[in-house]
T-cell receptor
């Protein structure tokens, strides 16, 4: 089936690290994505990882992929108040025309 | 320059009316999409087009008709609007199916 699961809320203090977790179902996905949505805005592609990678680092962002457990995480180092947003995990369904299946989003709240 | 632009940003209308949302991308991408985001922030694909050809039609009522006059445009026409159509509709584009989608800023549709 198609199911991408995330926890709904995460609250951290400014300067701490944030870790947002996601589980997915399709082991054939070529790409897994993290998108950020600020209030009233569209989705911004933050980062992505190929399914043959375990880790990808991009400045303050670190993506970890555990294919065996179908688990994806996004770590934001030195979290800032401007990082407050909803973060969506998504997998591409390669055997279904490449459509993206999104998780329900994790609302990250960063307190000063 | 906005990469994926959709108009209008807000659309308030009465039940039973017909309305259209327009989308244009200037990224030179071959694939365009419509996604629907409900009040719980859940995102679901509605349609995808590749080079003006319909690729995905995700069991959307046939009151919704996408039209792609060229590969840079994908418009969404909705007939006989219902209360349950109230949502935010996002247009997106990518170079290839399912790869790195770039989203517009959304159209908030309110059906009264």
């Amino acid at each position: 089936g198609e199911d991408v699961e995330q926890s709904l809320f995460l609250s951290v203090r400014e300067g701490d690290s944030s870790v947002i977790n996601c589980t997915y179902t399709d082991s054939s996905s070529t790409y897994l994505y993290w998108y950020k949505q600020e209030p009233g805005a569209g989705l911004q592609l933050l980062t992505y990882i190929f399914s043959n990678m375990d880790m990808k680092q991009d400045q303050r962002l670190t993506v970890l992929l555990n294919k065996k457990d179908k688990h994806l995480s996004l770590r934001i180092a030195d979290t800032q108040t401007g990082d407050s947003a909803i973060y969506f995990c998504a997998e591409s369904m390669d055997n279904q025309g490449g459509k993206l299946i999104f998780g329900q989003g994790t609302e990250l709240s960063v307190k000063p | 320059d906005t990469a994926v632009s959709q108009t209008p940003k807000y659309l308030v209308t009465q039940m039973g009316n017909d309305k259209s949302i327009k989308c244009e991308q200037n990224l030179g991408h071959d694939t365009m999409y419509w996604y629907k985001q409900d009040s719980k922030k859940f995102l679901k694909i509605m349609f995808s087009y590749n080079n003006k050809e319909l690729i995905i039609n995700e069991t959307v009522p046939n009151r919704f008709s996408p039209k792609s006059p060229d590969k840079a445009h994908l418009n969404l026409h909705i007939n006989s609007l219902e209360l349950g159509d109230s949502a935010v509709y996002f247009c997106a584009s990518s170079q290839n199916l399912g790869e790195k989608l770039f989203f517009g800023s959304g159209t908030q549709l309110s059906v009264l």
